[in-house]
């Protein structure tokens, strides 16, 4: 198990972007089946400074499958942090090629995009509540993924401050390193709750703007969650 940390530069905005690599797929050409996830926190605090363009993000996640020349199905799966209710999980399906057409790949491939971007595009809605339930988000977007898939990649883009009835990352403001100290009992706290997502195997990729120190020892936290 592997974790890099790599800071990039976008203009004038700085991203943290943490991947933490359990399982590598030697190539994606030969993969016989890949789980996507997308998730854009929407809440307050995450969105206060974020722009975010639906059609780049699809790009950029498109450009991670390596598609032209792949036999492989895909299930791209996209949702929301910090939206009210139950997470809403919107689902785009690559089918698995039935022959060796690649009229058919190419029609299927088009219907896939659109179906993906229109998805991504959903992700793009004004900030309304502060709750970031992120543990349920993540298990609702997983629930979703295909059994047995021989890939599978979770972006997850937000600030990770969790916020919400089961913890409260924002108590921390004053001594946001302390959230590593209390680590045990908040992971109690949210196995309390309900069952945690089991993301063994997956290449799980952190996007934050990391422009506060809470928000810096949040993505740490998670890291090591």
């Known amino acids: 198990m592997k974790t890099l940390l790599n800071i990039r530069k976008s203009g004038a905005r700085k991203t943290s972007i943490a991947i933490i ?8 050409a030969f993969a016989q089946h890949i789980n996507v996830g997308k998730m854009r926190d929407i809440s307050v605090s995450a969105t206060s400074t974020e722009v975010y363009d639906a059609k780049e993000a699809f790009k950029k996640v498109i450009g991670m499958l390596d598609l032209k020349d792949s036999k492989a199905s895909v299930t791209l799966c996209t949702s929301l942090i910090g939206a009210p209710g139950i997470p809403k999980v919107n689902i ?3 089918p698995k090629p039935e022959s060796s057409s690649i009229l058919d790949r190419n029609r299927a491939l088009g219907a896939f995009f659109k179906k993906g971007l229109a998805d991504f595009e959903y992700l793009d809605q004004p900030a309304t509540h502060r709750n970031t339930e992120i543990f349920r988000s993540v298990k609702a977007l997983t629930n979703q993924f295909t059994p047995g898939a021989s890939r599978t990649i979770i972006i997850i883009e937000s600030d990770f401050i969790s916020s919400g009835h089961v913890a409260e990352f924002f108590d921390y403001q004053d001594d946001p390193s302390s959230l590593m100290n ?30 506060t120190e809470i928000a810096y020892w949040s993505v740490k ?3 090591k969650a």
């Open 21 to 28: 690599q359990m399982f590598i797929c030697s190539s994606v």
């Open 92 to 94: 785009a399906r690559l």
């Open 182 to 211: 209390d680590f045990d009992k908040i992971i109690a706290a949210f196995k309390a709750d309900s069952d945690l997502p089991d993301l063994t195997g997956a290449e799980v990729i952190l996007v934050t703007p990391g422009d």
């Open 221 to 223: 936290w998670w890291q």
